[in-house]
Structures are given as structure tokens and as C-alpha cells.
T-cell receptor, first 115, second 107 residues
Framework: DTGVSQDPRHKITKRGQNVTFRCDPI?????LYWYRQTLGQGPEFLTY????????KSRLLSDRFSAERPKGSFSTLEIQRTEQGDSAMYLC?????????????FGQGTRLTVV | KNEVEQSPQNLTAQEGEFITINCSYS?????LHWLQQHPGGGIVSLFM???GKKKHGRLIATINIQEKHSSLHITASHPRDSAVYIC?????????FGTGTRLQVFP
């Protein structure tokens, strides 16, 4: 297993376009998280899944954002009608939640620029 | 007030210096994480701790649960340690992140 992978690494899009990002977690991990990081700030929570169930969504996740994890493996994050304020690094992380605390492993992120 | 506060925000050091980065939090947690982020954006987990102290190479992390405070120490710092160091706290679900400490180590 090569860790958490995200695709694409970089995306430049025009305002108003839709974009979709993909995250492939570590294969045995049951939790998958999406975070957003703007310049000079720490990451902020967007949403997370346990297996295929989306358990929590942040208020940051407007109705233009949707995330899925259809088979409890990879996940997609779609942003519709992108705005300049959506420009950020989108980070995915995965972990295994079982009997105790486990580390979260992060992907390299997808850097979105909306022009 | 942020739930996770880090200090300092920026730190410069000469190679070989001992470095300390501090993290204070105001929420109940089950674990605290120290993470490293390089300019490319990817985040690497350095430590996860819920009590006491952990050491890995030149890195040491401590946590005081009663005082809700953690420190990350780097001994014999090196230019390759230059990165943003982020403290994050978590319970059974999501992590809450500090804004990070930008460290630059000069030769």
C-alpha cells in the first residue's frame, strides 16, 4: 500500500465550472476525512465517512459541495459552480477506528485555483 | 478564541539550535497530533500522543493533559527541518488544527 493518494495534485478552473477530486485511502482504513486549507491557515474539517456512511458535514460545506464514498473505499469531493473563494488545498486523510486511537494518514492534497 | 493555539507563529533558527514549539488547546481530547507540512502541501504525521512523552530521532513531543498543553522539541536542528509544524487535537472523530508554526533553519 502506497498510502493515501489524491488526484489531481493541482487543478486550475474557471469560476462557475464544476470540479471533482478523488481520494484513495489506505486500504484497510474505515474512516476517510476531507479537510480544506487556505493559505497561512491550518486545515479545517469538511466532512468524514465511516465506511460508506457520511457521518458529519461541516457548516463550511455549502450545498455546492458534495462528497461520496460509494463502496467504502475511494471518495470523491465535487464542487459545483466554483467560486474564487473555493481556492484552497483540499486534503484527504484516512484512519482505522477500532478499539483505540489511531493515527490519521494524509494525502498530498489537491490544490485548487479558481480564476 | 481558537480551540487550538500554537506559538510561535514563525520561528527562525541557526543549524544546531534546540527548538521548541508550543500548543495549547481548550477542548476535551482523546489524542494530540503533531504534523509536519512541507511547501508541496503534503502532511506527515510525526506523533500521536495522549499522555507523557514520545521521542523519535531528534524529535520529542510532550503533553500535559491537566494543563491542556503540548510541546514539540527538535534537538540539533538542521535546514531540512524547515517546514510548517501543525498541532491537531482529536476525539473519536475529526481533528481540530492549529494554524501552524513556520520554522526556518539556516545553515
Amino acid at each position: 500500500d502506497t498510502g493515501v493518494s489524491q488526484d489531481p495534485r493541482h487543478k486550475i478552473t474557471k469560476r462557475g465550472q464544476n470540479v471533482t477530486f478523488r481520494c484513495d485511502p489506505i486500504s484497510e482504513h474505515n474512516r476517510l476525512y476531507w479537510y480544506r486549507q487556505t493559505l497561512g491557515q491550518g486545515p479545517e474539517f469538511l466532512t468524514y465517512f465511516q465506511n460508506e456512511a457520511q457521518l458529519e458535514k461541516s457548516r463550511l460545506l455549502s450545498d455546492r459541495f458534495s462528497a461520496e464514498r460509494p463502496k467504502g473505499s475511494f471518495s470523491t469531493l465535487e464542487i459545483q459552480r466554483t467560486e474564487q473563494g473555493d481556492s484552497a488545498m483540499y486534503l484527504c486523510a484516512s484512519s482505522f477506528i477500532g478499539a483505540g486511537n489511531t493515527e490519521a494518514f494524509f494525502g498530498q492534497g489537491t490544490r485548487l485555483t479558481v480564476v | 478564541k481558537n480551540e487550538v493555539e500554537q506559538s510561535p507563529q514563525n520561528l527562525t533558527a541557526q543549524e544546531g539550535e534546540f527548538i521548541t514549539i508550543n500548543c495549547s488547546y481548550s477542548v476535551g481530547i482523546s489524542a494530540l497530533h503533531w504534523l509536519q507540512q512541507h511547501p508541496g502541501g503534503g502532511i506527515v504525521s510525526l506523533f500521536m500522543l495522549s499522555s507523557g512523552k514520545k521521542k523519535h530521532g531528534r524529535l520529542i513531543a510532550t503533553i500535559n493533559i491537566q494543563e491542556k498543553h503540548s510541546s514539540l522539541h527538535i534537538t540539533a536542528s538542521h535546514p531540512r527541518d524547515s517546514a510548517v509544524y501543525i498541532c491537531a487535537v482529536g476525539n473519536t472523530d475529526k481533528l481540530i488544527f492549529g494554524t501552524g508554526t513556520r520554522l526556518q533553519v539556516f545553515p
